[in-house]
């Protein structure tokens, strides 16, 4: 972060209070805040400092002591030359938002058990050269291509209509309507009311009869 690397160039702000202060005697605030350009800095200089037992605040602010050791500096110049530092000094400087945690994916590189200098075709095809040849691993749980499902004949569709329609009857007397397909549709039953002697489709294909009749269902017949 911008007030971190500033930080480790010019000092911590309690640091920089703390020169600016005279060894002796004393210094007003309002003469301490005039020699710092930054007040936010100022303001967490005098309360580092003052936490630190480093200056005496009140009206008249003096120094404690003659001689302190800026060690968010070095943390941080430490930090910059990739050295490691412990837990509790990266979450202090975390808190104070002069550091920013950041992730490194590092990637490591190592010869496998088919590694040659130049790069060899594996076959993929039985010849009469197999025995000499390397052939390609068999990847069993790769997945094909999804099927696509047909779709029912019209026909079918019409049958299976007056099946479900029947079973709806609850096996009353009812009357019905048989169709009869010479061809290939086998015995269907449909339910009305009309009458058709007898119907040829437009293809040609098949002639249906139908007669009317009265037909009783039970249940397991």
């Not at 690397?5 to 007003?28: D, T, W, Y």
């Not at 805040?33 to 009206?59: E, H, L, T, Y």
């Not at 088919?114 to 052939?135: C, H, I, Q, S």
Request: glycine residues 10%.
């Amino acid at each position: 972060m911008d007030e971190g690397q500033k930080c480790a160039a010019e000092g911590s702000p309690e640091a920089q209070v703390f020169l600016a202060i005279p060894p002796e005697g004393s210094i007003s605030k309002g003469e301490l805040q005039a020699k710092k350009a930054r007040p936010f800095s100022f303001k967490i200089g005098c309360s580092q400092a003052g936490k630190n037992k480093w200056v005496d605040m009140g009206k008249q602010v003096s120094r404690k002591v003659q001689h302190v050791e800026d060690k968010v500096k070095d943390l941080l110049i430490r930090i910059q030359n990739g050295e490691a530092i412990g837990k509790g000094d990266i979450n202090s400087l975390k808190a104070r938002k002069l550091i920013v945690a950041q992730t490194w994916k590092g990637y490591t590189v190592r010869k496998g058990p088919n590694y040659a200098p130049k790069r060899k075709k594996v076959a993929t095809n039985l010849t009469g050269d197999w025995k000499e040849l390397e052939f390609k691993e068999y990847n069993f749980n790769a997945k094909g291509p999804p099927a696509e499902a047909g779709h029912l004949h019209p026909l079918l569709k019409a049958r299976i209509g007056p099946y479900i329609y029947q079973l709806h009857l609850a096996f009353n007397k009812c009357h019905l309507i048989v169709y009869m397909e010479l061809k290939f549709l086998g015995l269907i039953l449909y339910s009305g009311e009309t009458t058709i002697e007898e119907h040829i489709s437009s293809d040609g294909w098949c002639v249906l009869r139908r007669c009317q009749q009265t037909i009783s269902l039970k249940a397991g017949s």
